[in-house]
């Protein structure tokens, strides 16, 4: 798997994506934007990959934001275009069925703090900043940052976040419930592949029905319940189900196939 802009390693199951312009801060351009879809297209079709760390190269940031130099001179229709394919890659982070952590090295910022809020969880190490500026540039988020803050850290917290520009912390972001865990940056990869390995011996369709039915949860044209009895019905026609149920009987531990 070789991408221009990512670094990618497949780890014990684990598929881990460094952002790497590190002399850029690892700011979004539009070729990290085309290499995070594709690869997200392989995250999807390659049962060998059961979960993804996305990162950032380097000590300082995990992605401060959005590439604003491509944003020059960009006309009204091409920055609602620049806004949907964000969203857009963005949205297969989060409907990805395999679990994804964001390890927030540094700064997220803009569309990096967008991009960390699309994975399905944050773990941040000390120095993590987090916020969206985009105001200061007289533009406001377009990568799914008004929605995905808002859900994340309640309407006040967000609108004060996006009005004023201002950044937080990592140990306010953990206050805010933005971020899951915060550690010692040296410790940021281990802490998310520990979390990832406890999913990895669970059963594949359970873990991604699941997070299926979650993220419904901030789906309007969905009712969660509905699609929540619907996918826990469709656990009980995997071979995994019975594996499962049958383990439990004999006190054993299961062997989860994936089908
Ligand atoms: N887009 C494009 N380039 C960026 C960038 C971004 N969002 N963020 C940083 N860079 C580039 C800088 O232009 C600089 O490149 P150069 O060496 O070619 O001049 C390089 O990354 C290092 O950044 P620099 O500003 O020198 O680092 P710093 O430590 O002084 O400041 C920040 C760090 C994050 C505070 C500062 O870079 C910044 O404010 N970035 C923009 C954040 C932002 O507004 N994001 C939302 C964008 S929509």
Known sequence: MSFQTLFTKLEDHTLIITINRPDKLNALNQQVMLDLDAVMDRVYKFPEIKSVIITGAGLKSFVAGADIKEFEALSKEAAIAVAKKGQSVFSKIENSPKPVIACVN???LGGGCELAMSCHFIVASENALFGQPEVN?????GYGGTQRLTQKVGKARAMELIVT????SAAQALEYGLVNYVVPQPDLIAKAQSILGASHAKAPIAVANSIKAVNAAWDE???????EATLFGECFITADCKEGIQAFIDKRKPDFKGH
Request: charged share 5%; aromatic share 10%.
């Open 221 to 227: 044209s969905i009712n969660g319940y509905d699609l």
């Open 137 to 141: 540039l007289g533009i406001m988020p």
């Open 106 to 108: 540094g700064y997220a």
């Open 165 to 168: 520009g201002n950044t937080i």
